[in-house]
């Protein structure tokens, strides 16, 4: 276990240090959450009037919960690129031979998606708050939020990553969004299931994006609904990602890195 | 060898370099229709604010793909270029007898038969799913030259990207860009229902968005001049800006006696 | 035309005052090979790029093929072919697709496109492989495809920037005989730039040698490298000392010089190695090792610079 956490931490900082140092990694990073809760939560905003939509604490605070889940997906994501091009250098060779238990090395990708998303997160929260979003739950949910939220994380940074050590090329950037951004998508982004175009409604129920969005909702407008229902979700997702991901390890070695 | 020889072996080559990079050429043709889907789907609720425009959000949206699709086509195009000067292929083309305006007129001609492909599809796709247009055949006709017109424009700002910096990375720093413009723009809403002020005031000084009016104007009204004079002269505007520059940038670029 | 190239005072200097080429003058004859020889960043590059009108010189002339570089850049583009440092291939496009749209753009008639398209494949040797993407193609195969695109539409003159860079053995010695045919049977002349002094030895007529922009030597390699002096043989004793014998022997030939293992001079014309041999055979004087050391271009380049050519290197100015 402390080989594994020693090679993570190690595996982690380097992450997070080329994340903070490179202008052209940590931007995009920064400002596309920002950009997609303006343009939703600004350019959307009459949606509140539509009949049936009701949300209490407002629209702003709706388009915030589904950001925030972005967010956390696609720092996962952008995360696995950084993995791929770890295989395109051949550093990830470097890697595979100094860890003496490899596991350590997606644990170390995990932490590095998550001190990331850390940040993100924290900046959009305070330009929501300072734009007035409305915050309806209290400590206990709005920590349930961001739990959620971290789940998500990890789920994108498996995902991603069992892609990135399968095809280990840049050829696996569209394979690694394309789901993530789907999934996302065939959700209530943009107002509640029930006001959702029938097909779409039918997509949402399956999709498991939707009860991990609405219960977050739930829990920023102090309503808390289905919550152990969400969690028990994306653990379970969680689970599967993470055999995804250790066999994508396996792969990566028997492929010599 | 005449220039339009030139011209036509060049453009010859880019649409062939297009057709083998799948990716270039499946996602601008997917994406933005599983985006309007997406969209159509979650916001079609929309359609009951009181002064929306139309009772079809799939009608109202239809001027979207062929935007996002001009973008793709623009920044693939771009790249390529860029590419060549990074490779010094360009070295190569200016040792031989081509104008340099060939090289520009071929590169935009194989991004102007890509993009006449795409809004082909565009508007099959829409006329497949029901789509009506109010100003008829006719109006279908010029949404089609429009989106050309668009993709030309775009294009030569695309060219232009790749000539100043020579850099594939550089062009595709560009799409967020390309990207803020699309958002911040009437895309979702018509801007007379835009309630955040500050949005409505950028979407109203956000070229695009007259872009976007003028083909959503001939699905979903009819004849509007105003909305066409102001699309067609933004296009044009956009196109001889960027043919401008993108010359000038290419005399800066071959500097061969 | 008595010169193919005629280059007098050229200059190229960028942003901040960096001289890349900082005047140079040379001829090269018709049907030459001329040697441009040069450590890293010392201007070949640029030099080769200004006189194959890539680049505007900042001052100074230079004709090729008869044409000013500057006032007739056309007409000099008709007349060469280039092969630059970078292969400057498209990997989407085949070898065959990239003679044809060479061979289109230099105005070959179309009838005639795909005939001269076989000869070229087939004179480089990749006609298996000409209907394959570039992406697929070796280092080699990319240096081969390069040549043929140069010599598309027949030129008189042909520039080659560092064509065996990164090549293995076989590639480069394939290189080498076409270079020599294209003299031999063409009447081609050829302007090379290299690092490589084997290269510039074996293949050169006569051979100019760059650093920091401007030429310090030129001439033919061997007249390059008798004007730094006579061989030097030296010879290891057979029981690892030497009791004078050895010595007394091999200062009948030359002058000592320092050895650390043995004995050395350098030969003053009294006799060349077949005479050494003779004569230490004669005085019955045992030697484990006999070595002669001919003088290469890195002397000659020494001696004009102070510094060795093999291992000398710095950035190349970087063009606008």
């Known amino acids: 276990m402390r080989s594994i956490l020693s090679v993570a931490g190690a595996v982690a900082w380097r992450m997070l240090h080329n994340n903070f140092s490179t202008p052209s990694l940590l931007i995009p990073g920064l400002v596309f959450p920002l950009f997609f809760f303006t343009a939703f939560a600004g350019g959307l905003s009459r949606v509140n009037d539509v009949p049936g939509f009701q949300f209490p604490v407002g629209y702003t605070a709706f388009q915030f919960v589904f950001v925030l889940l972005q967010s956390a997906a696609f720092a996962g994501v952008f995360t696995g690129f950084g993995i791929v091009r770890d295989f395109e250098s051949g550093f990830i060779r470097r890697l595979m031979l100094a860890a003496p238990d490899r596991r350590g090395i997606v644990l170390g990708y995990l932490f590095g998606a998550l001190g990331r998303w850390i940040v993100t997160a924290t900046v959009l929260t305070i330009v ?43 050829q696996a950037g569209p394979i690694m969004q394309l789901p993530v951004f789907l999934c996302l998508f065939f959700a209530p982004v943009f107002v509640p299931v029930a006001l959702l175009a029938h097909w779409l409604r039918v997509i949402a129920h399956l999709n498991p994006v939707t009860l991990l969005l609405e219960t977050g909702r739930s829990l920023i407008a102090g309503d808390a609904t289905h919550v152990a229902a969400a969690f028990a979700t994306a653990v379970a997702l969680v689970g599967v990602f993470s055999v995804w991901a250790l066999r994508g390890l396996r792969k990566a070695e028997a492929a010599g890195g | ?132 247009f109010e100003s008829g055949a006719a109006g279908a006709l010029v949404v089609f030259l429009l989106a050309v017109l668009i993709v030309f424009a775009f294009g030569s700002f695309g060219a232009l990207a790749a000539l100043r910096t020579g850099s594939t990375e550089a062009v595709h720093s560009l799409f967020p860009l390309f990207f803020v413009f699309l958002f911040i723009s009437s895309m979702n809403l018509p801007r007379n229902l835009i309630e955040t002020e500050w949005f409505r005031v950028a979407a109203s000084l956000n070229p695009v968005s007259y872009l976007i009016e003028a083909i959503r104007s001939l699905v979903i009204e009819g004849w509007n001049a105003e909305a066409l004079a102001l699309g067609f002269g933004i296009a044009i505007a956009l196109a001889i800006v960027g043919l401008t520059l993108s010359s000038l940038a290419l005399r800066g670029r071959m500097a061969r006696t | 035309m008595d010169r193919a190239i005629e280059v007098r005072g050229l ?247 320092p050895s650390t293992a043995g004995v050395a001079v350098r030969l003053d014309g009294q006799g060349d190695l077949a005479d050494v041999v003779r004569a230490l055979d004669a005085a019955d004087v045992r030697v484990a090792d006999l070595h002669l050391h001919a003088p290469t271009l890195d002397d000659v380049f020494l001696a004009k610079t102070g510094r060795s050519l093999e291992g000398s290197e710095e950035a190349e100015a970087e063009p606008e």
């Open chain 1, 128 to 170: 929501a708050v300072a734009v007035g979003m409305q915050i309806g739950g209290n400590g206990v949910d709005l920590f349930a939020l961001y739990a959620l939220a971290v789940l998500v994380n990890f789920c994108g940074l498996l995902w991603a990553s069992g892609v990135a050590m399968r095809l280990r090329t840049l």
């Open chain 3, 11 to 257: 200059v190229r200097e960028f942003k901040g005052g960096i001289k890349a080429v900082a005047g140079i003058d040379l001829d090269v004859a018709p049907g030459e090979i001329y040697g441009f020889l040069g450590p890293n960043g010392a201007g070949k590059s640029t030099t080769v790029h200004m006189l194959t009108t890539l680049l505007p010189p900042t001052a100074g002339t230079a004709r090729v093929g008869g044409f000013d570089i500057v006032k007739q850049g056309p007409e000099v583009r008709k007349t060469i072919g280039a092969a630059l440092q970078e292969a400057a291939l498209d990997p989407l496009l085949t070898g065959r697709e990239h003679l044809r749209l060479q061979l289109a753009l230099h105005g070959i008639p179309r009838s005639e496109r795909p005939a001269r398209t076989d000869e070229l494949l087939e004179r480089v040797g990749l006609r298996l492989a000409a209907d394959r993407k570039i992406g697929g193609y070796s280092g080699g195969m990319k240096r081969r495809l390069d040549l043929a695109l140069a010599l598309a539409h027949r030129p008189r003159i042909l520039f080659l920037d560092e064509p065996t860079t990164g090549l293995d053995v076989q590639s480069r010695s394939a290189l080498w005989d076409e270079v020599v045919r294209l003299k031999r049977e063409d009447g081609v002349t050829v302007f090379l730039t290299t690092q490589y002094l084997e290269e510039a030895d074996v293949l050169a007529d006569r051979v100019g040698i760059i650093d920091h922009g401007r030429l310090v030597a030129e001439g033919t390699p061997a007249a390059l490298k008798s004007e730094i002096g006579r061989p030097t043989i030296e010879a290891l004793p057979a029981d690892g000392t030497d009791d004078g014998t050895l010595e007394q022997v091999l200062r009948r030939f030359g002058a000592l010089q």
């Open chain 2, 1 to 132: 060898m005449s220039l339009a020889a030139q011209v036509f072996y060049l453009g010859r080559r880019s649409v062939i370099r297009i057709l083998r990079q799948p990716a270039n050429w499946i996602f601008p043709l997917v994406f933005p229709l599983a985006l309007m889907a997406v969209n159509t789907g979650g916001l079609h609720a929309a359609t009951n604010l009181p002064g929306f425009p139309s009772d079809s959000f799939v009608a109202f949206f239809l001027a979207f793909p062929f935007i996002q699709g001009a973008l793709f086509a623009t920044v693939n195009a771009g790249v390529d270029l860029a590419r060549d000067i990074q490779t010094g292929f360009l070295n190569r083309l200016a040792l031989t007898p081509m104008r340099s305006g060939a090289l520009l007129a071929g590169h935009l001609g194989g991004v102007l038969a890509v993009g006449a492909l795409q809004a082909l599809w565009y508007l099959t796709v829409g006329l497949v799913i029901g789509v009506r």
